[in-house]
């Protein structure tokens, strides 16, 4: 290419890059615009109490089969705080997916934390296996434990069924 070519293509590609800056300044205008907006957008339900949304989050979890709350926490940051400082959200566990006894028992403990000091309702099933601890995790619960439906093997849910307090009158199932 020859001088006279050159300078006339960096002429060119000064003038588009000029154009684009512009369209870049429009836009930026613009997105501060929406950006503006967009904040002073006011959503009905976040204006309800926390112990009304509370309570809304336990009818709905109430409502679904084998109701689990965590679809809850991915709303926004405000549902999430609510749900999990609402202890009665917690109280329902149903695992009959899990991939190994200690993803289980990692699952339960964190369940026993979230529901406060609440009784518990559990449904689970897993093939036998061994469970290092298990039957100081379920006597963990103490006098929690309200409902168990299990399905680990005859021997599992007998051992399971003399820790269980009576008080609770917790009934434990073979599946």
Excluded at 80 to 106: I, M
Aim: aromatic share 10%; proline share 5%.
């Amino acid at each position: 290419m020859s001088g006279a070519n050159l300078r006339a293509r960096l002429a060119e590609i000064r003038q588009q890059i000029a154009s684009l800056e512009a369209q870049m300044a429009s836009l930026r205008s613009e997105e501060e615009l929406v950006a503006r907006d967009l904040g002073a957008l006011v959503y009905p339900v976040l204006t309800l109490p926390n112990d009304v949304v509370s309570e809304i989050f336990i009818q709905y979890v109430n409502g679904l089969p084998k109701g689990s709350p965590l679809c809850l926490l991915w709303v926004c940051r405000s549902w999430r705080e609510v749900a999990l400082s609402t202890c009665r959200l917690w109280t329902r566990f149903w695992r009959f997916d899990s991939k190994s006894n200690q993803h289980l028992v990692d699952a339960l403990t964190l369940r026993l934390a979230q529901s406060g000091s609440l009784p518990l309702d559990l449904g689970a099933s897993l093939p036998p296996a061994p469970w290092n601890g298990a039957d100081a995790f379920f006597a963990g619960g103490g006098g929690r434990w309200r409902y168990a439906h299990l399905g680990f093997g005859h021997t599992f849910i007998c051992n399971l069924y003399l820790l269980l307090p009576c008080s609770t009158r917790a009934r434990a199932h073979c599946l």
